[in-house]
């Protein structure tokens, strides 16, 4: 295990409209308030369509490819990340998320795009102090998090 520590700085809470895209409007955001560093949730509907990443493909190859499945009916949502520099210093969502209709329910990353589906709730816990950043690890080409 790695760590760095943080401070708790400025907290941001967005009313997401229909149609917003996830992880866009969050970076896009963080890009604005310049925000390098949070603790991210999110509560709210995802629309039919939506894309999310739903675990790797079986095998040993160095870097697995993602599995990726579509919404196939609007669903219920919550979903917890981080959000940190990557290495060239762009703003990079790590968002993970449940997703559930009747009694079906899918859990994956949504990096691939979630559509909000009218109610999409968002709270933004800035980190401040922090060395932490995402860096390409060469065996398996992930972002991950490096507390340096």
């Avoid at 708790?8 to 970076?27: A, C």
Wanted: contains cysteine; charged residues 25%.
């Amino acid at each position: 295990m790695k760590y760095t520590e943080a401070n708790l700085g400025r907290i941001f809470i967005l009313r997401l409209e229909h149609g917003d895209r996830i992880p866009d409007v969050i970076e896009g955001f963080a890009i604005d308030k310049q925000i390098e560093s949070a603790i991210v949730h999110f509560l709210g509907g995802a629309d039919t369509g939506s894309k999310v990443v739903v675990g790797p493909e079986e095998g040993a190859a160095a870097t697995p490819r993602p599995m990726v499945t579509e919404l196939l009916g609007t669903s219920e949502a919550v979903g917890v990340g981080t959000l940190f520099l990557n290495e060239q210093n762009k703003h990079k969502l790590h968002l993970h998320a449940a997703f559930g209709r009747e009694r079906e329910t899918i859990t994956g990353c949504t990096r691939e795009g979630v559509q909000v589906w009218h109610i999409g709730e968002v709270v933004i816990f800035e980190l401040c102090n922090t060395t932490a950043k995402r860096k390409v690890d060469l065996e398996t080409g992930f972002e991950l998090l490096e507390t340096e």
